[in-house]
């Protein structure tokens, strides 16, 4: 298959050519141009997007998301790669529970689907989970999260430090005290004091990595930290770097965007954990990813059905939809802004994810003998989020109505084709290079 | 006069709240007389949803209503399909279908009469009397009511009143509500309260701050004793309710420290020899029944503002 008139990042007008699923020849666009297999029009082609960070909620709840309709809104986002969350329904802590998310996501077809599995058993943050099983199995599980929920005991967390070394595992820390956080609805402080909503307070997570960091040094393992949003979590991480601890972290694009003053109308849509902070920690958070103190982006894809929405504020659920956003909100926050470039943005959305999970496929530069996983972004054409017409199955985002730039097109998965002009290619429809 | 919904007192300018306070003057000097009811609201149908309970504030939304002919439909989140996991929503719904004209909701968690307001679940009047540990407009309404009725009968507004507000201020959406209004009416309110009752980001309140109420007891024309509730305690947000009485209490010496005209006011139910001692609660200065008997008032006129009953002068004919 022949791509012409692709765009890469430093202006070169090319022609890809893809031959069992791998870039087989990039050549650079000559005036009389030969018939192609698919125009690109002069559109930006980049990495396919790696997510470390997604909730499919299958198995168990279904009505929110399933492994396909996930793949399907990560396709629509620009993704080639995504990591499924343990928190299912039964929890992702045994070999069983991940090999089926991944055959669900090999079935899909779409994108890679990666399991992550639980740290502890049933998240219960008491006892270990089957690393070492899930780790030997068909998935290959690197990385362990209990997010959702944080490995509150300091025992169990340099535990499961300690063990995964032995191949290579990493642990994805959800950094929330729990104690500090009971009940908690919001970020803590003048908007929480004002609309009497019970206060998430930024240490509640800075305490937790703190802690983490001290652990993966005296252990000398490898921590990653989910969801940063905090200023002073910002600190923490940077120092840690400069002491050459093994710690990576990602933020999410709602965080990079919304401050906790939208709150105010106790409008669930904006109830998300951990909670939007203020502009101060948005601002820190910008320039964390800039410098790279912030490894990656991440979603938090997070669906939930209608009626965990329309509802009162501590009655609802928490949690964004983020796949089909998240390229458009860091083009919005990070490029247009001028605080990084789009190497810096493929470097954080692509290869450096896909680096730190070992997704050996992903996260390639468009050249010849890559794996051809990459997007075609217009980036002169701007959208209007409408709810009703992501490809997840949950409508819950932030963004509805939001103007954002930067309009993904076309996807191509080991050298499939699987986004045309905007819309997902369904799995009847897919064709071998 | 006032439109839509009562939610907060952010909804009411000055001249709005000062406008509630005297069509409640009014409205009191006409009930005062032998028959008490007025045909204003002849027709309408207000209902008290109640997701908590609160026997006061729902008789006195109930008798304010019954005072101004509207029917009166109780539900009680108790014993009801609430209980039962009915949502928010699904309940609006069934009140839109059976004609409430206005809701009056009690509700635990914060922002949900204003989630009523803004879905379309239901079209009434919503008033506000109670979410989570947000507001309670119409407790603030009637608070500045009966501080203007002892202290300030002829001005214009509340100027100059030294308000001291003493106790659980985190949880209160009492002392937020009255924050609000009595500072939008010209008083200077001071807090009260250990440094583990008032919330983070209370510095940005245009109030004063004190962990001491012996410094402040005698330098205030109001005191405003909250609720303590004493499962606070048990998260360790004071150790004892002795050592909370010994230092936030009002007792018989702190209420001798009082100025002269000061007056004593509590939102009620109280902890009678916990937040407030007997004597002060009985005291001369003590204006607590008097808060109760202005809460009809003031419900009625917030009901009459938002339900636009008929003429005011045809009201009293």
């Known amino acids: ?11 070169r007008l090319v022609n890809i050519k893809i031959q069992s699923g791998v870039i087989h020849k990039i050549e650079e666009v000559q005036k009389s141009q030969k018939i192609s297999d698919y125009d690109a029009k002069g559109k930006l082609v980049i990495p396919g997007l790696v997510d470390l960070h997604t909730h499919l909620r299958e198995p168990g709840r279904e009505d929110s998301e399933t492994v396909l309709t996930g793949s399907m809104a990560a396709v629509a986002g620009g993704f080639t790669a995504i990591s499924a969350m343990a928190n299912t329904n039964p929890v992702a802590d045994t070999a069983g529970v991940v090999e089926q998310v991944f055959r669900l996501g090999k079935a899909a077809g779409l994108v890679d689907v990666n399991p992550i599995g639980a740290v502890t058993k049933g998240l219960h943050g008491e006892q270990l989970a089957e690393l070492g099983a899930m780790a030997d199995s068909i998935a290959r599980v690197r990385i362990f999260s209990d997010d959702g929920k944080c490995v509150s005991d300091p025992l169990i967390m340099r535990r499961a430090l300690e063990y995964v070394k032995t191949f290579n595992g990493i642990i ?3 950094a929330q005290e729990p104690r500090l956080t009971v009940n908690a609805q919001m970020n803590e402080g003048s908007v929480s004091a004002r609309i009497g909503l019970p206060g998430w307070p930024a240490i509640a997570e800075e305490a937790i990595i703190a802690r983490d960091i001290l652990l993966a040094e005296h252990v000398k393992s490898r921590l990653h930290i989910c969801h940063l949003t905090t200023a002073g979590g910002v600190e923490l991480v940077r120092w840690a770097k400069k002491r050459g601890i093994q710690i990576t972290a990602e933020v999410t694009p ?5 401050t906790d ?3 105010e109308n106790y409008d669930p849509i904006y109830k998300v954990n951990p909670p939007l902070r203020t502009e101060k920690d948005v601002m820190a958070l910008r320039e964390g990813l800039a410098e790279g103190v912030i490894d990656i982006v991440a979603t938090d894809h997070a669906p939930h059905p209608a ?9 609802a659920a928490f949690g964004m939809v983020g796949l089909e956003t998240a390229l458009s909100v860091l083009v919005k926050t990070m490029i247009e802004t001028k605080m990084i470039s789009w190497n810096d943005l493929i470097d954080r959305m692509s290869i450096a994810p896909a680096r730190i999970a070992g997704y050996s496929t992903q996260g390639q530069l468009i050249a010849e003998k890559n794996h051809a996983n990459f997007t075609i972004i217009d980036t002169d054409r701007s959208w209007i989020v409408n709810r009703d017409k992501l490809q997840s199955q949950s409508k819950n985002t932030p963004f509805n109505g939001y103007e954002l730039p930067a309009v993904v097109t076309d996807v191509f998965h080991n050298g499939v084709q699987v986004l045309k002009d905007g819309a997902v290619v369904s799995r009847g429809n897919l064709a071998n290079d | 006069m006032i439109t839509g919904h009562l939610l907060s007192i952010d909804d009411l300018t000055r001249e709005s709240a000062m406008g509630i306070l005297s069509t409640a003057k009014e409205l009191a000097i006409i009930t005062e007389g032998p028959n008490k009811k007025l045909p204003t609201l002849r027709g309408k149908t207000v209902v008290n949803l109640f997701f908590e309970d609160s026997t006061r504030t729902r008789i006195s939304f109930e008798t304010a209503a019954k005072r101004l002919s509207a029917d009166v439909i109780n539900f009680s989140a108790k014993g009801s399909s609430v209980s039962k996991g009915e949502s928010l929503k699904d309940t609006a719904q069934t009140l839109q279908a059976m004609g409430a004209d206005a809701v009056v909701i009690r509700h635990s968690s914060s922002g949900a009469a204003k989630r009523l307001a803004d879905t ?12 989570g540990t947000h507001e309670h407009p119409t407790q603030a309404l009637l608070d500045a009511y009966t501080i203007k009725q002892h202290l300030k009968q002829d001005s214009a507004d509340l100027s100059g009143v030294k308000v001291l507000i003493v106790g659980d201020i985190l949880h209160s959406r009492v002392a937020r509500s009255n924050v609000l209004l009595l500072t939008k009416l010209g008083a200077t309110v001071t807090l009260v309260a250990p440094p583990t009752l008032f919330p983070v980001g209370v510095e940005n309140w245009p109030v004063k701050i004190s962990y001491n109420l012996d410094e402040e007891i005698s330098k205030c024309d109001v005191v405003m004793m909250l609720r303590i509730q004493l499962e606070r305690m048990s998260d360790s947000f004071f150790p004892t309710a002795q050592e909370y009485s010994k230092r936030y209490g009002l007792n018989s010496s702190r209420l001798a420290r009082l100025s002269k005209d000061a007056i004593v006011m509590h939102p009620g139910p109280m902890n009678r020899g916990l937040e407030i001692s007997a004597e002060s609660a009985d005291d001369l200065k003590s204006v607590i029944i008097d808060q109760v008997k202005n809460g009809v008032a003031v419900r009625m006129a917030v009901l009459y503002e938002l339900l636009g009953g008929a003429a005011f002068g045809e009201a009293k004919s």
Request: a negative charge.
């Open chain 1, 307 to 315: 009626e965990d929405k329309d509802c009162e504020w501590q009655a």
């Open chain 1, 261 to 263: 003053d939208l709150v």
């Open chain 1, 254 to 258: 709602h965080h990079l965007l919304l």
């Open chain 1, 172 to 174: 994805a820390q959800h």
């Open chain 2, 120 to 131: 379309q679940w239901i079209q009434a009047a919503v008033i506000n009397a109670g979410d």
């Open chain 1, 1 to 11: 298959m022949i791509i012409s008139n692709a765009k890469l990042i430093d202006g």
